[in-house]
């Protein structure tokens, strides 16, 4: 929609229109970021966990700050806000039962459903079957002279062969969920796992969103129990209860229309970790995380821009697209659905600054300025004077902040942010220990930059050279590429390739969903992850994509 249009379409759709007045004191600015930091981290709304209550009072508050500012609403159906879905932290249900011989077992103790396993009842005669394995390659089938698996609940080893270690002969079948899935796809009605190898780690009972369940029951047996229970056709009864959700995200869109050719989008994440979702580092009772700094704090500079830049007759070159993210500490859910569900062109934007965790400025008044080599034109953050901030900076546009999901689209984008501290992702993060000063020196220097770019035009964008994305102990190599996390069909689908690495080399492209790596099928984000595990820098494997709908396979050499 070009800017004409944009213009019209406020006029019909009664938006309000800017206010005139001056732009704010340092005084008022800083009394303002305060009033806002306060309520977005109050307890009132729980630590603003994505797809809550809280979040639906800190969504509504910003909507109606944007309101006030006089933004045009830029979400879905002529208003502010944008929803999303997403996979919830999936739960225990009410229903969680097994019995294994006349011996009821108890939960935790003596067994627990896996995080891939399905939901449902399962009642049969166990059948062991080995390792679950079938490797041809190596001539081992432990499916060898079986025919039907109806109405049975097949026993693995979490082992193998060989062991579980790197120079395994049978580490491309290590994975429990594809094991777990050949039996299924033969039709036994459960799995059961349990553990007679010391070299072997027990599976984590902890559920993920991530994991993506199949199809039947798929149980872990603790403990030395299954020498005893173990045994073929001792009848068994599992029932797993696993609950689901999907929940909405929101996020809040709002226009500064000053009728220019080109958009400036300037965002911030508006959610925390609730009472401590799978990111809290928090390890004692349970307890509202409310995010002060991560991210009041950036909403609150947000909210100070759009008020300052209503009023800025320098700086109106651009439009400026306002966005609350939620999601961001789920994965960049929101800023990866706005960008893949645009409310305006992405060819229309400028830029992309983003604001997180910016609260917590220090008496050296170092700020880090991360994604500065997405676009030549970012050499002037080293030049703006305003706020007497010391600048560090990083160039690679991925990170693990909603800019990302910007630079993938193509858009220079950089990130502002204060540093970590000890009260990261921890219920400690509260408003007291916000440094307001630091929040409007940040703000000023914004200001500045917004004003010095003012008049170079539409910036180049520029592809940078990226941090190991994937780089974590049990990864000894890369694929080099950017997974998109909102992605929910089956497979891991690629949204950004780094050039010069395994991925780009074969010629994968951004929008290919990886189906399987080597010998082992991938079947989501945990799944990928399995898969580069088995690999060291220098092997090759073929990886199998759908690429429009056709399956296809390149040989990548890590």
Known sequence: ??????????LFLGAPL??????QSDADSR????????????????????????????????????????????????????AFTFNAEPVRGAANTMQLGRKKLKLDDQWFPMAFSGSGQAKGKIMKLGYGINAPDLKLDDYADVTDLKDRIVAFSISSPDGIHPHSKYLAYHDLQARAQKAADMGASAVLFYNDDPTATVPEAKLSPKVKPISIPVVFLTGDQYEALVVDNNPCVIGVDIVREQRTGHNVVGLLDNGAQNVVVIGAHLDHLGWGDEGSLHRGEKAIHNGADDNASGVAVLLQLARDLAEMDHTRANDYLFIAFSGEEKGLYGSNYWTKHPTLPIAELN???????????DSTGAIGINGVGTSPAWEEVQRVLVGDLKVKTTSSGIGPSDHTSFYLQDVPAIHFFTGTHADYHKPSDDEEKINYDGMLRIARYIESLIATLNDDGKLTFTKTEEVNTENTPRFKVTLGVVPDYLYDGKGMRIDGVTEGKPAANAGLRKGDVVTGIGAVEVTDMMGYMKALGQFNKGDKAPVKVLRDGKEMAVEVTF
Not at 37 to 56: F, H, I, M, P, Q
């Open 351 to 361: 830029y992309m600054i983003n604001l997180d965790m910016v609260g917590r400025l």
């Open 1 to 10: 929609m070009k800017p004409t249009s944009r213009l019209l379409s406020a």
């Open 31 to 82: 009394d303002q970021m305060k009033y806002d930091v306060k309520y977005l981290a109050s307890d009132l709304l729980e630590g603003r966990e994505a797809g809550t209550a809280g979040e639906r009072l800190a969504v509504e508050y910003i909507a109606a700050k944007f309101g006030n500012v006089g933004l045009m609403p830029y979400g879905d159906n002529a208003g502010y806000v944008q």
């Open 18 to 23: 800017l206010l005139s007045a001056q732009l």
